[in-house]
Each structure stands twice: as C-alpha cells, then as structure tokens.
C-alpha cells in the first residue's frame, strides 16, 4: 500500500508540530519556573520564621534560666544584705560562681552583673566593683529609673573590663528580690556577635540574605558582605518581612541573585507572546492544509476501512490504524496512572487532614476540607466525637519479630480492623498512624446518644481482644473526653495521651478513660520519698526488711495512680539516696550505680510497660547490691564480729534472757544477720551454740558438786528443771540425774570442741 496521503499530512503537520512542541516546552519550563519561585518564596518564609522563633525561644530561655537561678539560689537575696556579706565573703564567691555558670551555659550571654542599691556596689564575675569605676553607669541609670521596663534594651556597647573593646550587646534588667524588688538589680548581656553567629548559621545558601532592622528600618545586621552599598542593597530581592515581638527587629530575607528572576520574567513574557502568535499561525495554517488535503484523505480512509474489514474477515494482519490502537492503549495506561496517583493524593490529604484535626491546626475550615474529602457519613450529624489513641505495647519485640514489610502489613490490618469494628457498632470510625507505635482514632455517634462512654469502652475491649486473638499483638487504648465539635477534637487527643501516660497504674485493663483518671489534689510526695529512705535505712543495716518496703512503695504509686513519669522519677529518686549512701564504700558497691552496665538497665526500665515488670526490675536490681553490701559487710566486720559475739555468749550464756534479739540490742544487728553469722562460722544454729555451752557447764556441775538439778539449772540458764532436763537427755543421753549416780566426768561425755 502506498501511503502518499501520510507522507503529505507528514510533511504539511510536521513543521508545526515541531515548531508548537518547541514553544509549549518552553511554555512548560515558565510553568515550572513560577512554581519554582513560589516555592521559593514560602521555603524562604519558613526559614525566616523559624530563625525568629529560634531567636526569641533562646533570649526568652536565657531570661528563664537567670530568673530560675536567682529564684532558686538564696546567696543572691544574701548579696542584698550589706551586713551579711560583710561578715561571710563566702556569698560574694558564690553568686560569682552561679554568674559564671549561667554564662557559660549559654553561649549567647556575654556578662551578668548585679547592683546593689544600698551601697551602690556592682558585683559583676570578676568581683565587687565600686560605682565610680563602674563602665556602665548610664544603663543601670536608666533602668533605675524605669524599674518597670521588663523588655530587651536596643543595641548598645559595654564592656566589662577597661582593658576590653566595646562590644554590642541587647540587655535585660530584673529588679531583686523577684519580683518586685527595690534592693537591686540583676542584668543580664547577650552578646551581639553571638546572634548574628546564630542568625548567619540558619541562613539558607550563597544566594539567599538576612537584614535585621529595627523599629525606625535602620540596618542592625545583614548576612551579606560586610560592604552594604546602595548598589548591593538594591541587587537583593526581599521575598518575606516577619517581625519579631520580643526586639521590636524586622527581618527581611531574600535572594541575593534578584536580577535573575527579572530576566527569567522577561524572557518568559517573549515566549508566551511568541506561543500566542505561534498558536494562532498554527490554526489558520492547520485549517488550510486540512481544507487542502481532506479529499484525498476521505477517499484513502474510506478504502482502508474496506481493505480493514476484508482483512479482518479473513484474519490478515491490519494495516497502519493499529499505530492509532496502540496509542489508545498509551492512553488508557496514562489516564490509569493518573488516577492511581490521584488516589494517592486523597489518602494523603485525609492523612494530613487527621493531623491537622488531633493539633487543631486551622479549625476554621475542618468542615469544608472533611466535606470535600467525603469523610463525613451521608445523612447523620456526628455531635458526640472522641480521640482514642491505640499503642502498641512492648513495641521492641515488634519490631524484632517481624520484618519491615510485616509490620507495615499489620499496622494497615489494624487500622482496617479497628475501622470496621467501629461501623460494626455503629460507630463512625477513622483510624490513621500518628507514631511509629502509635495509632489515632476519631470515633464518633449521633443522634444525642447518652451511652457514648460506654460504647466506646466495649468497642475498644472489643478490639483488643480480637487483635490479641487474630494478629497475636497486645494494644493499649487511651480514651479521651466526648466532644460536640470537630474542632475540639484537639482537646480529646490530649487526654489521650495523658491518660496513656499512667498506663503502667492504669493500664491492666488495657483501656483507660480520661474520665477514671485520679487528681492530683491531695497527693503528698513525700509518702514516696519517705517510703524510699525507709527502704534505704532498712537496706543500710542489713535487715532484709527493705523488701516489705518495696512492696508497699509499688502499692502505694499503684493506689495513687502515678504518671509513668513521676514513677520513675520516684524510684529514680530512692536509687539516687541508696547511692549517696552505698557507692562510697568500695568499688563493687559503686559499679552498681556508675558502672557501664547502668546505662542499659535504666533503658530496659524505661522501656518497661506495667508496673510488674518494673518492679521486678528493681526488686533484680536492688537483689544484687544487697548481695555486694552483704560480701561487703562479711568481709570487713565478720572476724570481728564473731571474735566478740562468741566471747559475750561465753560470759553470758547463763543468762535465760539470751536470744537472738537480745544480741540485735546488744550489737545493733539485725538477729538474722546473727543466725546467718553462726551458721557461717560454726556451722550450726545459735540456739545450738547456747545449748552446747550450757550442756557442757551442766556435766562439770553435776559431776563435780552437790547442788541440785533446780540449782544447776538455774545457773546454766534454764527456768525450771523440767525443761533442763528434758534438753540435757536429749543432747547427752541421759537424764542429769542418771548422769550424777554414774559420776560421768565433763571430758568422757562428749567430744572436745574446739572453736
């Protein structure tokens, strides 16, 4: 088949469309060029914003930490005191030292210095100077005349020493004591340079720029070369303008290459006005060549729809039209991509609508972005909604047991699950993931419904029960509070997440309302440091009751409820006084609380999800340093101690009040301490120690003398004869009266016993 209708609309199209792809590429590229700088625009304002935030967050934790310090430290209320320093230099040291340290754990701060109004004394970090020698006598001047200016002063000079150059700082005056106080001042410098080191490190690129003006648009600092002429100021294009509240400075940022974007607009309005012309070419030309070669065309399409059909028929290969199927296939195959992708897009606008929804982020248009998204059920109003968050607990063994693609398997089952339960139940359910162990949920009911919590408790009981049984996975559930509105959903979520933060108090039942929490009100934090000391003070002295104390710290954080944090810290607390009191003693004992292996047993701890579990890590850990202290204790005092308490029993074992707690009074042991010593050393029983003894007295009185058997008894110890007796036959063999008629001498009626 010849084909010279297709080499003719070749040679007439192809010239056009050659010349309109050329212009639509670069129609495309002043598309992407917009976007681009769009894009640019609001990159540059984020950047901007941040370093602002950065900035005020750093100046306003500088003013934070120095009022902490002089709230917290009383040496500085005692520096007010002329008497009081006079008499103890010691203050003036340290309120240097506090000084010292606030400055060297900022590193934006360049001095602090305090005045005192009585003597007009500036105590500054390098010791007392007097007010004539002072070098910032006008600041302090002004300040004390506007005592109740709370803000940052205006860039100014001062230097601290006279051999210093004057440096650029922002300063901020506090009048002492806090808050309101008229004995002094408290001010602090933060140095210039450190800021415009701060400012110059979050700056974006060669390309972009920073100029900080203030209130009256004077340039403070650029992040520009140091040579500001008017030329260089004009070649910048100033994209955003945010202001800080805290310094009354403006920040102006930009691209320093602004000329670019002014040729890119020029050169993209010739193009579009070139595409325009081309455009309206191409059709008078299309229209033409079209009118020219219809006929021929219609007539060659006409026979090759016949020569089509004739070879269909006969099932011969078809001709060039199979060129237009394919291209149809090339279509459908974009246009099912596209769709695909545009699926894609949903999901991460609803994705993103959620979040938005559980930080209350533009509540304004939360109807309107859930309406058009299609989130919300057809024909019902939710007016009861409720935030569950859905943990999943010992999320480390999750994570080990089961590979990437499993577990992102199994988190998108969960939320379909928990989904579907929810319809199930008539609920309105959505579930999206908001932590990597973490899951969100919405739920929500119309209609005035007054069982909402209820429901929602079976729904959730509900749900951990089927998960545990199908997927083999243990979940938690924090529910917050019943909300009316979308936009204080906000609210529901953060009781949430408070509620999971007692869930190793709470979290038995694996659900936690909001509504069961406890309140602080009457909690008193010292039950928990009490019963810690306790702990410790029956851990120092070796009773082994330390164990009944645990028992009951854990029951009382139980009873109470305690936040998982405040547990910790309560625990942590007690290890801290058992260390002051241990870890001195001997390099053993302070392995358990700075060795290398406390790292990984504080981590396990704070990866631990119930109480249990916690308890039994402590009750481990607490096991082994009372096993070191014990080593510890034996091998010091254990000779000594048994060297003293043999020879006291020796000289007293007739005494019938002889016991086990007597020696605990005697020596303050415990008498346990006592048993376990006997058994060590002679390896026999206390009682038995005694009785030996009084055996061993019993035969040389017997023997030897005439006094009775109720005499004898009561000199070796014993209350009455019966029991004398009853003991004697039992260790030598016969009664004592038996034993005197055969006259048995004290060294043939036993062994001899050397201790």
Not at 438 to 462: C, H, Q, T
Request: hydrophobic fraction near 40%.
């Amino acid at each position: 088949m010849k084909r010279n209708w297709y080499r003719r609309m070749l040679l007439s199209y192809f010239p056009i469309f050659l010349f309109t792809v050329t212009i639509l590429i670069f129609l495309s590229f002043i598309v992407v060029n917009d976007i681009s700088h769009k894009e640019t625009v609001k990159a540059d304002r984020i950047t901007t914003n941040y370093m602002v935030d950065r900035l005020s967050r750093s100046l306003k934790g500088i003013e934070m930490d120095v009022l902490e310090e002089v709230e917290k430290n009383d040496r500085y209320r005692d520096f007010l005191n002329t008497e009081l320093t006079r008499e103890n230099r010691q203050v003036l040291f340290d309120v240097v030292d506090s000084m010292r340290t606030l400055a060297a754990n900022d590193s934006l701060i360049n001095s602090i210095y305090v005045y005192r109004i009585e003597d007009k004394l500036v105590l500054t970090r390098s010791g007392l100077v007097a007010w004539d020698e002072f070098s910032d006598r006008p600041f302090v001047e002004q300040a004390l005349k506007n005592p109740d200016n709370q803000g940052w002063s205006p860039i100014r000079e001062y230097h601290e020493f006279s051999t210093e150059q004057d440096k650029r700082v922002i300063s901020i005056y506090k009048r002492e004591p806090l808050p309101f106080g008229t004995e002094g001042l408290i001010v602090v410098n933060v140095d210039m340079y450190a800021v415009e080191q701060m400012i110059r490190s979050m700056k974006i690129g060669e390309f972009s720029f920073v100029d900080v003006r203030d209130e009256s648009g004077n340039l403070l600092f650029s992040t520009r070369s140091a040579d500001l002429s008017e030329h260089a100021e004009k070649s910048g294009r100033v994209l955003n303008r945010v202001e800080s509240e805290l310094l009354g400075w403006q920040f102006e940022s930009g691209i320093d290459a602004g000329q670019l974007f002014l040729w890119v607009s020029v050169i993209s309005y010739v193009w579009v006005v070139i595409g325009v012309l081309t455009v309206v070419f191409a059709i008078f030309y299309i229209i033409y060549i079209t009118r020219r070669n219809y006929k021929p065309i219609r007539v060659m399409m006409n026979r090759i729809e016949s020569i089509q059909l004739r070879e269909d028929a006969f099932g011969l290969k078809m001709d060039e039209l199979s060129m237009i199927d394919r291209t149809l296939e090339n279509l459908i195959q974009q246009t099912a991509d596209f769709e695909k992708k545009q699926r894609e897009n949903l999901l991460v606008s609803k994705r993103q609508l959620f979040h938005d929804i559980m930080q209350g982020d533009d509540p304004e248009s939360v109807a309107d972005r859930l309406n058009k998204l299609g989130q919300l059920p057809k024909g019902e109003k939710l007016d009861q909604l409720a935030f569950i968050v859905v943990e999943i607990s010992h999320y480390r063994d999750f994570r080990s047991l089961f590979s990437v693609r499993d577990q992102h398997t199994l988190k998108f089952a969960l939320t379909n699950v928990l989904q579907e339960l929810a319809q199930a139940d008539g609920m309105y359910g959505w579930a999206e993931w908001i932590a990597e162990n973490r899951m969100g949920m919405i739920v929500g009911l119309g209609g005035g419904n007054s069982s909402v919590k209820e429901k929602i408790r079976i729904f959730a009981d509900k749900g951990r029960l089927w998960v545990a049984e199908h997927l083999r996975l243990s979940l938690l559930f924090g529910v917050g509070h019943i909300e009316r509105e979308w936009e204080q959903v906000e609210q529901s979520y953060k009781a949430a997440v408070d509620a999971l933060h007692h869930k190793m108090s709470l979290g038995k039942e694996a659900v936690i309302m909001s509504e069961d929490l406890p309140g602080d009100a009457g909690r008193k934090w010292y039950k928990y440091v009490q019963y810690g000391s306790e702990l410790v003070r029956e851990f120092r002295l070796l009773t082994g009751e330390w164990r009944a104390y645990l028992e009951r710290l854990f029951g009382l954080m139980e009873t109470d409820c305690l936040k998982d944090e405040d547990i910790r810290m309560v625990l942590q607390t007690m290890m801290d006084m058992l260390g002051n009191e241990l870890s001195e003693m001997s390099g053993d004992l302070r392995e358990h609380f700075k060795g290398a292996e406390i790292a990984a047993k504080q981590r396990a701890a704070d990866e631990t999800v119930t109480l249990n579990e916690l308890k039994a890590l402590y009750l481990e850990r607490l096991t082994e340093i009372y096993r070191t202290y014990v080593a510890h204790s034996e091998t010091k005092n254990h000779r000594a101690m048994i060297n003293e308490l043999k020879a006291y029993i020796e000289e007293n074992f007739e005494n019938p009040d002889l016991s086990l707690k007597h020696l605990s009074d005697r020596f303050h042991i415990s008498g346990k301490y006592v048993s376990y010593l006997f058994k060590e050393e002679f390896n026999m029983k206390f009682v038995d120690f005694i009785v030996k003894l009084r055996m061993e007295r019993a035969e040389e009185l017997l023997a030897e003398t005439e006094e009775s058997v109720q005499n004898i008894a009561l000199q070796v110890g014993y209350a009455n004869s019966i029991t004398f007796g009853r003991v004697f036959k039992r260790i030598v063999g016969v009664t004592p009266g038996d034993y005197r008629k055969l006259k048995f001498k004290p060294g043939k009626a036993r062994q001899s016993w050397d201790i």
